[in-house]
């Protein structure tokens, strides 16, 4: 495949083992971005993640890897100050924030017996007992017929903890502002190149609310409005910055979403496409985005989901 970036030239993936930093990674390598990755990961997870970073040394660029906390100041001055030892001043190109940490939890417990499960009302209707039934609905749900999901029974939700105000800052911060904090000290190093290309993600979380999503909603817009800030006070320095909002993916970030199953199904049935968002979909956005002709968005938030936010009706 042919190289698309000057040589030199370097990528900084802040959370690449996995979703779609890694997906990003790949693509990048394949057009012959030097690259540096951050992730956060337990050792048992390591043999997996070499591997695949082995695949990106096998692309035939320089890689750098780091299994520290991207958060964390130390850690931050740490890959950087390592980073610096083999990059040259001027030299990275694209900067991923791909980071998924967040909390998971219900504002308010659910009352006593709500539920979105129609089966009951269903069955009664029939005469019949409403556990079978619900078995019928639940197993024809885990076999992949999508339509029956209003009919399936609802996600389970953990009512062990509540969001507090402290879940809402780490989150907001993680996965949000912290992107800014990446931003000043490449700058500041003087390793950015003249013209490159920050990028964050965000999700239709950003305007309507899942059950079990708000912090990491408040994250994603304070993300977008951040990114919009560094996309008009870093332009006279020919620094780009954009968002991609991504339909809904298999990651391992939407796995831990209560209620993805449920949303999955929504989604392909929403979808023009009836398939769910790849991480190489956003991946190759990404990529394209990173390039020359590129250079005059900024900004924005680039949906990459086949339509599936403006399909409004499912068939």
Not at 23 to 40: E, M, S, Y
Not at 107 to 120: F, I, M, N, Q, Y
Not at 150 to 177: H, R, V, W
Not at 248 to 271: D, F, S, V, W, Y
């Amino acid at each position: 495949m042919p190289a698309n970036f000057a040589p030199g030239q370097w990528g900084v993936i802040l959370g690449g083992s996995s979703g779609f930093g890694l997906a990003t990674a790949r693509v990048l390598a394949d057009h012959g971005l030097n690259l540096c990755i951050v992730h956060r990961d337990r050792r048992s997870q390591l043999t997996r993640i070499e591997s695949e970073f082995e695949k990106l040394r096998g692309s035939g660029v320089e890689l750098r890897t780091f299994n520290a906390d991207a958060l964390a100041v130390a850690k931050r001055n740490a890959v950087l100050d390592s980073l610096m030892d083999v990059v040259d001043k001027g030299r990275v190109r694209v900067l991923l924030h791909s980071i998924a940490f967040g909390h998971l939890k219900l504002l308010a417990s659910l009352p006593e017996g709500v539920s979105r499960d129609a089966t009951h009302k269903l069955a009664a209707s029939l005469g019949l007992d409403a556990s079978p039934v619900q078995a019928v609905f639940d197993d024809a749900f885990a076999a992949g017929i999508d339509r029956v999901h209003p009919l399936a029974s609802s996600p389970a939700y953990s009512e062990k903890s509540l969001l507090d105000e402290d879940d809402f800052s780490k989150t907001i911060f993680s996965m949000g502002t912290s992107l800014l904090s990446w931003v000043r000290e490449i700058f500041d190093r003087e390793l950015f190149a003249p013209d490159a290309r920050i990028f964050g993600l965000t999700s239709e979380g950003n305007q309507v609310a899942w059950r079990g999503y708000a912090a990491v909603a408040a994250a994603k817009v304070a993300l977008e409005s951040l990114s919009r800030s560094i996309a008009v006070e870093y332009a006279p320095y020919g620094i780009r910055c954009n968002v991609i909002q991504a339909g809904i993916t298999e990651t391992p970030a939407l796995a831990a979403i209560p209620g993805n199953e449920h949303m999955k199904a929504q989604a392909r049935l929403r979808n023009p496409f009836h398939r769910l968002t790849t991480p190489r979909d956003v991946a190759n956005a990404i990529y394209l985005l990173s390039l020359d002709e590129a250079a005059w968005i900024n900004g924005a938030v680039v949906r990459v989901d086949g339509g599936e936010h403006i399909s409004g009706v499912s068939e």
